[in-house]
């Protein structure tokens, strides 16, 4: 498939900036080289980057109307900061991820999912299928953010007999049910930005997992705005529904909340 062949384009060449601790100069070089790919091989495609401090200003890409989001193909494209060296980059038709790559440059890791086709993790050249795991809740591992505003959650699920561990960022996390390591997760932020998560969502439902809003709703990569605030849970799809009860009820407690 073309769009995944040039997906993966994009992020590896991005990725070639940032193997070396890359300082602001490499990242702005990656964003462009993310960018420029993209373009030269789709230049009618909408591409919606990040914010503007994470692209040099004559690359900034920006929003685009609703109205548009309903009618055209479009990619959403994650530049790596100095902070989070990702990039990756997904094609959309309509509310639909056809295709999708996120490079891990240091670690040399390139996760890639296509619609229908399964998702796969190549490692140094190594390259092996995605599956998640096959445990049930009572035998699983499940991922919240970090933060102490998780801490009482944490003990609360442990009470319960699940094993509840603060790990990574949002992204890490989906990856990581998505390659069995982890069989469960949810974040309760309230503005998560859908185009920094729709590449991860994509790759574990390509792996065979599932992905809603806490509600049990899909995730709507065009809505009016590409904020999501209904909370994320993912999962390898065999503990989602006896997890998604539970989980409602932890983000409903206080921070602090202690077990009793």
Known sequence: MLELDIAIKSVRKAGECLRNAPDEEMIDAANIALIETLHETFPRHTLVAAEKDTVPNDHYLGEYTNAQRETEDWWAVVPAQLNSQAVSST???????????????????LYTAELAGGAELTTKGLKRKLLVSENELSKSVLLVSPGTKYRGL??????LGIRAIQKGDLLENLLLVAEGTADIGFDNGPRILKREIIAGCFILSEAQGNVTDRHDQR????Y?????????????????????????????????????
Do not use: M
């Open 91 to 109: 094609y959309i038709i309509y509310r639909q991820p056809v295709a999708s790559a996120i490079y891990f440059p240091t670690e040399d890791k």
């Open 219 to 222: 995730v709507d990569y065009n």
């Open 154 to 159: 944490c003990r609360w699920l442990d009470r």
């Open 224 to 260: 009016s705005e590409l904020v999501h605030t209904s909370g994320l849970v993912y999962s390898n799809g065999k503990t989602h529904p006896e997890a998604l009860p539970i989980i409602k009820k932890c983000t409903r407690l206080k921070p602090d909340h202690q077990p009793v």
